[in-house]
């Protein structure tokens, strides 16, 4: 076990509707990346966290919005939720930049 | 072309063979991860390389900077190794971007 935690484990949401994912970094650690991995795809990075401040995203639309709390867990939000959104969400956490990161088991995203 | 590319795309073994997966990327880069990833399960992260060679159990990993090319090496496969193995590639960028190549789906046969 990484020590880093997602909730929920699966959810199940309709066009249209908002979610919100959360992660939990490991201890020590103030930087955290989210990814987005389609069935089949490898994972593509999403946004990345350090100290509480947006530090680089990837090409995702603005309607995936995301925010890191004082004690370093992370929130990733997607509003107006499309069929493609559906994936498993990954969160990684590291002590800094260009270290290890320690992935989270993911969160599986349904939209119907 | 993508950045980040690995082959083969699909492996399968025999138990105890010596298995080779390769990565090759076209960016500079800071770092390079190897990653497991199980069936439905999330990521392990296996190595992180800047240089030279890393080993870790029957697990071994190689770059070589200049040809821009990473090698994972498993010696003595075993089915419990059966997943797909990510090469990932930290990009000499101010933020430091991890860039994830398609992957290599392994099945080791008992």
């Known amino acids: 076990e990484t020590g880093v935690t997602q909730s929920p484990t699966h959810l199940i949401k309709t066009r249209g509707q908002q979610v919100t994912l959360r992660c939990s970094s490991q201890?020590?650690?103030?930087?955290v990346s989210w990814y987005q991995q389609a069935l089949g795809q490898g994972p593509q990075f999403i946004f990345q966290y350090y100290r509480e401040e947006e530090n680089g995203r990837g090409n995702f639309p603005p309607r995936f919005s995301g925010l890191q709390f004082p004690n370093y867990s992370s929130e990733l939000n997607v509003n107006a939720l499309e069929l493609d959104d559906s994936a498993l969400y990954l969160c990684a956490s590291s002590s800094g930049l260009q270290v290890t990161q320690y992935f989270g088991p993911g969160t599986r995203l349904l939209v119907l | 072309k993508n950045e980040v590319e690995q082959s083969p795309q699909n492996l399968t073994a025999q138990e105890g063979e010596f298995i080779t997966i390769n990565c090759s990327y076209s960016?500079?880069?800071?770092?390079l991860h190897w990653l497991q990833q199980h069936p439905g399960g999330g990521i392990v992260s296996l190595f992180m390389l800047s240089s030279g060679k890393k080993k870790h159990g029957r697990l071994i990993a190689t770059i070589n900077i200049q040809e821009k090319h990473s090698s994972l090496h498993i010696t003595a496969s075993h089915p419990r190794d059966s997943a797909v193995y990510i090469c990932?590639?930290?990009?000499?960028?101010?933020?430091?971007?991890?860039?994830f190549g398609p992957g290599t789906s392994l099945s080791v046969i008992p």
């Open positions: 990932a590639v930290c990009k000499k960028t101010s933020y430091d971007k991890v860039i």
């Open positions: 960016v500079g880069i800071s770092a």
């Open positions: 201890s020590g650690h103030n930087t």
